[in-house]
Structure formats: C-alpha cells, structure tokens
C-alpha cells in the first residue's frame, strides 16, 4: 500500500509540475521599455479589449510630453499563455497617431516582456507630403 502510495503522489507530482511552470503573460499593468517610455494598460475584457495610458520619454516635436490614450485588443483565445495584441496611442501632444502590434512572452527567468513594432503617422498638410508623413 505504501508503494502504491508513493507511486500515485509521484505520479500526481509530475502530471501538476508543467502547469506550474507555465507561466502566463498578462498584459495588465505597468511596463517600461528601454528608453524610458512606460504604459499602464488597465484589465482585459472579455472581448479582449483594454485601455490605457502611455507616457512617452522621446518626441520628434518641440511640444511638452504629455501622458496619452491608448486603446488594444488582445487574442482573445484565453488558453494563449503568450498572446498577441496590437494598440493604438494617439498623442495628447502632437498630431499624430501610433500603431503598435506584438505578442507577451514569458522569458526563460520567468519575466514578462512585450516585443513589439510600431508605426507613427503625423499629420502632412498636403498629399504630396504623404511620403513623409509615416514612420
């Protein structure tokens, strides 16, 4: 019986230790990437949905920096541990918007980080300036 046992917690052990080392990427809360930017992305809805605030710590234009909207969707499939997600910032500062997709990854040390590309387009008085206009 006693082996019996054994075998059954140990069996147990190993069929629960993968869940607990699966560690789930949560967008939700603050984040600061390398130059100083940061975000807080208040919680996901069921949709997928969520909003926030970016404070950005570079600018192309003369104006003050200020703290901006943001808007995303995540993939909604809830059994993604490392889910994909795109939102848009639209600057309270300057007049131009900017669009980032990417996904949350949980790295081998077990911390959450956002791998991201963005594009920014400002605002051209004429369409010959288009080209311009987006980076």
Same mark, same amino acid.
């Given at each position: 019986? +006693?082996? +019996?046992?054994?075998?059954?917690? #140990?069996? %147990? #052990?190993?069929?629960?230790?993968?869940?607990?080392?699966?560690?789930?990427?949560?967008?939700? =809360?603050?984040? *600061?990437?390398?130059?100083?930017?940061?975000? /807080? *992305?208040?919680?996901?809805?069921?949709?997928?949905?969520? %909003? =926030?605030?970016?404070? /950005?710590? +570079?600018?192309?234009?003369?104006?003050?920096?200020?703290?901006?909207?943001?808007?995303?969707? !995540?993939?909604?499939?809830?059994?993604? %541990? !490392?889910?994909?997600? =795109?939102?848009?910032?639209?600057? %309270?500062?300057?007049?131009? +918007?900017?669009?980032?997709?990417? !996904?949350?990854?949980?790295?081998?040390?077990?911390?959450?980080?956002?791998? /991201? #590309?963005?594009?920014?387009?400002?605002?051209?008085?004429? *369409?010959?300036?288009?080209?311009?206009?987006?980076?």
């Amino acid at each position: 019986m +006693v082996q +019996v046992t054994s075998f059954l917690v #140990m069996l %147990s #052990m190993v069929l629960v230790a993968p869940g607990l080392s699966a560690k789930k990427c949560v967008l939700t =809360g603050r984040w *600061i990437n390398e130059l100083g930017s940061n975000m /807080t *992305i208040m919680a996901v809805n069921g949709k997928g949905e969520f %909003s =926030g605030f970016y404070h /950005t710590a +570079v600018t192309a234009t003369m104006n003050e920096i200020q703290v901006s909207p943001l808007q995303g969707s !995540q993939h909604r499939t809830n059994q993604k %541990s !490392q889910p994909t997600f =795109g939102f848009t910032v639209n600057w %309270s500062f300057s007049d131009s +918007v900017t669009v980032f997709t990417g !996904q949350c990854f949980v790295d081998n040390e077990g911390n959450e980080v956002l791998k /991201t #590309m963005w594009l920014l387009r400002s605002q051209v008085d004429d *369409i010959k300036n288009d080209w311009k206009a987006t980076r």
